[in-house]
Structure formats: C-alpha cells, structure tokens
C-alpha cells in the first residue's frame, strides 16, 4: 500500500514537471531568444516510481554555430550592399552622370567652332561647362554625405558590439555561478536556462554584428572569436571592447581597434590591435567596407575631372581667344596641401598637378615619410595597402629648388609635383611623415576659370604658310597646336598676353638638296634636319639634332606641321604667330577633338581611355563591387534561411506538438492521481478490517 502511494506521488511530481515544461514552452512561443524545454524522467531503480527529471534545452550546437556564420555574412552583405548603393544609383542616373555633361560640353563646342566669331554660341559652351563642374561638386558631396553616414553606422555598431561583449563575458560568469565550475550543468533549473538562453541570444545578435565562431569551453562557457582574425571577443575571463580611431591623414577614414578587459587578475590588463576592415565581417565590416569603396569613388571621379580640366586647359592655353589674347585655363585644378604627423608642418608638403600630365594622374593617394631618417614614397591602394615607388620615381626627379628646399616631380609617374618648404637633409632630420589626397576632393573644387565666352581660344597661336615661288607643289599644314610656355617653341608675353616665339623655336622649313626637311630659328639657325624618308609628316616629330638625338622631346616645341605634295631643293614653308586671326577655329576643333583622345587612366592599369570611357571605369568599378555584392546578398539570404529553419525545427516551439504533450501530460497526472485514490481506499480497507 505505501508502495502503491509513493508510486502515485512521484508520478503526480514528475507529471506536474512535465506539464510545467511543455506549458512554459508555450507561453514562450513567441519570445525572442527562447530555446524549446524538454524534461527526461529517469527510472528509479532503488525504489519504486520515477527517479531524478532532468529539464534541458532542445538545440543543435552545430547548426547553431553554422547559423553565427550564416548570420554574419548575411549581415555583411547587406551592409556592405546597402553602403554602395546610394552612390551606385547617383553614378548610372542620368540626371547626375558626369558622361552625359561632358558628351553635351562638347556637342555644344563642335557647334560653336563653326562660327568661331558667335558670342552666343560661346554662351552654349560656358553654360554647358557649368554644368559640368556642378554635377561634379554635387555628387561628391552627396558622397561624403553618404561616408558621413556610414562612419555614423561604424560608431552605432561599434556601440551595440561593445554592450553584446560586456553581456557576454558576465552572463558566462553567472552561468559558472549558477553551476559550479567542475559541475558541468548543473541541475539545469530555470535560472540556469534562462541564462543560457539570454547568452545565446547575445551571441546570436553579435554575429550579425562581427563575423564569429563559438568554441564551449568544459566548465559549460562559451568563449566568442573573430573568424577573420581569431581574436578572443569574450570568454569567462575577458571581454574585447571596440573604438574608433579617424584616420591621422584622412578625417573621412575611420578605423576599428580593439582592446582587452583582461578580468582574470587582480588589475585590468588592457592591450589594443588595429583590426583590419576585411577581417572584422558582420555589419560593421561591411560598413566599412562599403565605406572605402565609395571613398575611392571619389578618388576616381577626381582623376577623370582633373584630366578633363588638364586636357581642355593645356589647349586653350595654346590658343587664341576673341579677344585676341593668348587663352587661359578654362577650370581651375586646386594644389593639395599634404597631411602630417606633425602638427607643426600642417603646410609643409604641396601637391600642384603638372600641366599637359593629366593622363598620368592616378586615383591614388601618396605618403612620404623621413621617418627613418631618409626620404620614401609611398603608393597607397584602395585596401589601404602601400607599395614603395621611391625607385621608380627616380633620384633625377628628386631635386631642389632655388631656394634648396626639396622637390619631388612624379610628373611623368602620376601627373603631380610634391614640393616641400624644407630641404630634404632638414627633413630626414626632423622624420615626419606626408599624406597626400591628389584628387578625392577635386571633382568637389573644380570651377569655371573663364570669366566670359570670349575666353574661349579657337584661334592656334601658330599658322603656316607655304613660300610663293617654290617650285615643288607641296603645301604646309599645321597638324597641331597643343603647348605653350617658355619650355615651348611659343609663350605668352607677359605685358601684352600676346603669344610669341621663343629663342630657336622653329619657324622655317627648307627643303635640302638631297630632299630632306631643314628646320631653322628665326635668326636662320639651322635646328634640325628630318629625313626624305618621312614624306613631309610630322617633321618635327622625325627630326633629329646634328648631335643625332630626337629634335621633338616632351612635346616640343608644342606644334606639329606636316609637308603633303612633292618638294624641291630649296621650297621654304614658314611657320607664323597667328596675329589678327580671331576668325580661325583650328584650336577650337581641336579643343572639340579630345572628346575622341585617349586622356585619362584607368584603375589598376597604364592604359588610357576617352573622358566617357573613363567615366565609364568609374561607374563600372562601383557598380561591380554593388553587383557582386547583391548577388552574395541573395546567396547569404537564402542560405541563413535555411539554417535558421534547420535550427529552429530542433529549438523552436511547435505548438501542435507541445497542445499534444500537453494532453499526454494531463491524462498522465489524472491517472498518477488515481493511483493515489486508489492507495488510499485500500489504506481505508485495511483500517476498517481491525
């Protein structure tokens, strides 16, 4: 009898368990974080009845963690894609394309030149110009708008990581306390899986936050790495606590370190590493990430703006304008002041782009350090990785100026001169460290330099003109007019803005007895001799000194003829400024020309392309990074989806199977009960038969 009442009380207590475990499970359906109960009822093989229940939490700890990884990479993906895609959109609108202002630029000056003499179709050019230099500037600032935001997102993360670490590190504390370190889990009572359930969720929000994986330590803790990079982000002993530090070179460039709250001893021992953004994974990596990408979007449209205006200036600048005068530039391109190390040197370091090396400039940025006692240049990448050009600049284009402070020409290199306000001895000295940005804020502070339309030069500088009298019936023609300056064969007179020859520029042919091409200066000083062979084309560019070497170096003398028909010894063709030639458009068609020329660079490449094709390359690069990314976005969606479902169809709460459990459990504690009723009318039985 008391065997048949001890029978029917364990199984009232363990059915009461049982009902108390599915009945949570449901009432918890739908709470954030919950993992399904499941209590196990052990036989008691002593007495008779149940023995010990056990309530533990239903999850597979593979799929979980598979789940942290999908988790973050759909998270990274999404940020990364996301951070792209308001300037992605800018790039390809039409409204804002940059290809479509410069096609337009030059649609209205091949029109123009037609009627070289026109004010009003001048006014076409100027007003498309504008144009032009506003969609620049605006586009720009709508990108440093969006990495604005995007370094706001770097801190609002970095925020919730630093609170999801903290809360890890104390709830595997808790956990330790609630079971007793050497006591694996404990007696699994609901505290101690509520905290297990709490620690999971914040894993569970870090890994959308930070790439990671899981490792449960014996002592039932779970110690958090960085998958990129195995760094420790929290354990039972420590916590990582991320910052955010700007760049000492660059305000618009955000980098993440890390540092340790190292708990085990008496005293915090704290040490800090600079993460590297590819590493970090999550949605903070994929900000950053993103954040880099459009910044060198910057970078790139600022070269394509700086060739544009370099093309179009050098051009003008060989020309004649309405008025009669040499041309200027058309749009202005700002020298950079170069970021240092040093406080004190904050307008130590200048970086003026070279005229006529516009298609050298590169979408790199440059550092040049004395930081070990001597002089080294830097190429820095998109990843923010440096290559050391110091060699190939060369030590010829590393001099002095009048004054001996150092000069570095990266002209023929990246289109730029780097000068300084010291010699380079003094600042191998004083070891600091330049940054130079050639061109990610260019597209943003270009303007129109011309004030009116007359400024526009379609008149050449040069004409030519074939001698009367020659007996061979060949002409001369101008084939180009591309420089001016004191270096050239022609410059502007200071006083008058006229242009005029220089000291031996050449300003005659004459054609040798034997037929070749003799060129002279003014004071009929003979230059330059071309060959027969050459057939009058190019002259300039075939000749060759009395010494042997080329005639034509680095563009000179900046005007190219050609000699087209037969010659005769003796036929002289003459070359002439181009005085009261306001009505000529030869300069005009050729400004119209670069349209077609290959002007600009290309990332990663030496190869030149047109200004569309160039615009082309830079909203081809982003938005091949955007693609791929939305492609591995689709990917990572549909992979953590099928995870999440895997996992939950172990630890989420199925409410037909629980209702089923509940009744099963129900019927079982009416029945224990009635074991209890029975044992005690037989207690009755027994009592009433004395």
């Known amino acids: 009898m008391l065997d048949l009442l001890q029978i029917g009380k364990f199984g009232v207590l363990n059915s009461q368990k049982l009902l108390s475990s599915t009945s949570n499970n449901i009432n918890n359906v739908n709470t954030e974080g919950f993992t399904r109960r499941r209590t196990t009822t052990y036989t008691n093989s002593i007495e008779w009845g149940v023995g010990r229940t056990d309530t533990v939490r239903i999850y597979n700890q593979y799929v979980q963690r ?72 605006t586009l720009n600032g709508e990108i440093q708008k969006d990495i604005i935001n995007l370094n706001a997102q770097v801190s609002d993360s970095v925020t919730k990581i630093n609170n999801l670490t903290y809360g890890i590190n104390k709830l595997n504390m808790q956990i330790l306390a609630a079971t007793g370190e050497n006591n694996g889990e404990g007696d699994k009572n609901e505290v101690y899986l509520e905290l297990c359930d709490s620690r999971d969720q914040l894993i569970k929000e870090l890994s959308s936050e930070v790439g990671i994986s899981t490792v449960t330590q014996s002592n039932g803790s779970i110690s958090v790495y960085m998958t990129g990079n195995g760094q420790v982000l929290a354990n039972d002993a420590t916590y990582a606590t991320f910052t955010t530090k700007t760049d000492q070179y660059d305000a618009t460039k955000n980098y993440v370190y890390m540092t340790f709250n190292n708990l085990a001893g008496s005293a915090q021992d ?190 050449t500088a040069v004409r030519v003109r074939t001698q009367t009298g020659n007996l061979g019936n060949a002409t001369i023609s101008l084939e180009s007019m591309s420089r001016t300056g004191t270096d050239m064969g022609v410059s502007v007179n200071a006083t008058t803005h006229m242009p005029q020859f220089n000291t031996d520029a050449p300003v005659q042919i004459k054609i040798t007895n034997d037929g070749n091409y003799g060129i002279y200066s003014q004071n009929g000083t003979l230059l330059a001799t071309a060959p027969a062979s050459c057939k009058g084309q190019n002259v300039f560019g075939n000749a060759v000194k009395a010494d042997g070497t080329a005639y034509a170096a680095d563009g000179y003398p900046g005007y190219e003829v050609n000699v ?74 549909s992979k953590q989806a099928e995870t999440e479902e895997l996992y939950q169809s172990d630890s989420g709460v199925n409410l037909d199977e629980e209702a089923a459990a509940l009744i099963q459990y129900q019927q079982t504690y009416q029945a224990c009960a009635k074991i209890i009723n029975a044992s005690q009318t037989v207690f009755d039985s027994l009592i009433a038969a004395f």
Do not use: H, W
């Open 66 to 137: 598979e789940l942290y990884g999908d988790n973050g990479s759909l998270a990274y993906y999404t940020a990364y894609a996301n951070g792209m895609s308001s300037t992605d959109s800018m790039l390809s609108d039409d409204d804002m394309s940059l290809s479509t202002a410069m096609s337009n630029y030059y649609d209205a000056l091949s029109s123009s030149v037609q009627s070289p003499t026109s004010v009003s179709s001048r006014e076409e050019v100027i007003a498309d110009l504008k144009i032009l230099t506003n969609r620049a500037q």
């Open 270 to 459: 704290k040490t800090s590493v600079k993460l590297n953004e590819n590493d970090i994974g999550g949605t903070l990596g994929g900000t950053l990430v993103s954040c880099s990408e459009i910044r060198q979007t910057m970078r790139d449209t600022g070269r394509l703006m700086v060739a544009f205006a370099d093309a179009n200036n050098v051009q003008n600048e060989a020309g004649f304008t309405l008025e009669g005068i040499a041309g200027g530039q058309i749009l202005n391109i700002d020298s950079v002041y170069a970021t240092s190390n040093d406080p004190n040197q904050a307008t130590a370091g200048l970086c003026e782009f070279v005229a006529g090396k516009g298609s050298n400039v590169t979408a790199n940025d440059y550092r040049v350090t004395f930081e070990n006692g001597k002089l080294q240049i830097y190429e820095e990448a998109l990843d923010g990785s440096e290559t050391d050009i110091t060699d190939k600049i060369g030590a010829a284009n590393i001099t002095a100026d009048a004054a001996g402070n150092l000069v570095i020409d990266m002209g023929d290199y990246a289109g730029i001169k780097l000068s300084f306000t010291k010699s380079q001895a003094d600042l191998n000295a004083a070891k600091t460290s330049f940054y130079f940005q050639p061109t990610i804020n260019q597209a943003y502070t270009m303007s129109l330099q011309i004030s009116k339309p007359e400024d526009l030069a379609y008149a």
């Open 564 to 637: 087209t028909g037969t010659v005769k010894p003796g036929d002289t063709f003459n070359i002439e400024i181009n005085s009261d030639g306001t009505g000529d458009n030869t300069n005009g068609i050729t400004l119209a020309a670069l349209k077609n020329q290959n002007l600009v660079g290309t990332s990663g490449s030496t190869k030149k392309v047109t200004f569309t094709e160039g615009y082309a390359s830079v909203t081809s690069r982003l938005g091949a990074a955007a693609y791929e990314a939305n492609n591995n976005l689709t990917a990572a969606t």
